[in-house]
């Protein structure tokens, strides 16, 4: 294992015993964004066993939140592998790419959200406030 990938497990470990804590008290789908660019990361750089562990982290908080099985995966390949490519020659800046990666993840995901429930305020609130600490987490320590 190459000594570049432990930050990545012990942030994909952390984001779990983070969801498991903060869903029953807190705040849900906490540091889903910061999965989601440790998972772009990932696949450009082809650490696909760090991979595995990213997906087995998307699984883990859907079925903390009770969302169905491999959906977040699906919208983390659908952005790499469809989105990224539309839009990556429009920024020069990696650090405002990486902010409208994480707000173009939360949108697609707030709109799936909204096809399998019905709306309510609070789940737009909860989606600006994990957001918003994902865009702090993404622009000043990552």
Same mark, same amino acid.
């Given at each position: 294992?190459?000594?570049?990938?432990?930050?990545?497990?012990?942030?994909? &470990?952390?984001?779990? %015993?983070?969801?498991?804590?903060?869903? /029953?008290? $807190?705040? !849900?789908? =906490?540091?889903?964004?910061?999965?989601?660019?440790? &998972?772009?990361?990932? %696949?450009?750089?082809?650490?696909?066993? /760090?991979? $595995?562990? !990213?997906? =087995?982290?998307?699984?883990?908080i859907e079925t903390i939140q009770g969302i169905s099985a491999f959906s977040l995966t699906i919208i983390a390949f659908f952005i790499y592998y469809i989105v990224i490519p539309q839009i990556k020659h429009i920024f020069s800046s990696n650090l405002i790419f990486r902010f409208l990666l994480v707000f173009?993840?939360?949108f697609i995901f707030f709109i799936y959200i909204l096809f399998i429930s019905h709306y309510d305020f609070?789940?737009?609130?909860?989606?600006?406030?994990?957001?918003?600490?994902?865009?702090?987490?993404?622009g000043f320590l990552i």
């Open positions: 294992m190459k000594n570049e990938t432990y930050p990545y497990i012990k942030i994909l &470990f952390l984001v779990i %015993l983070l969801n498991s804590v903060f869903s /029953i008290y $807190f705040i !849900t789908l =906490f540091l889903v964004g910061i999965v989601f660019n440790i &998972f772009i990361d990932v %696949l450009k750089k082809e650490y696909y066993y /760090i991979l $595995f562990l !990213t997906i =087995f982290v998307f699984f883990c173009v993840f939360y609070s789940i737009s609130y909860i989606f600006i406030i994990n957001m918003l600490i994902d865009s702090f987490i993404v």
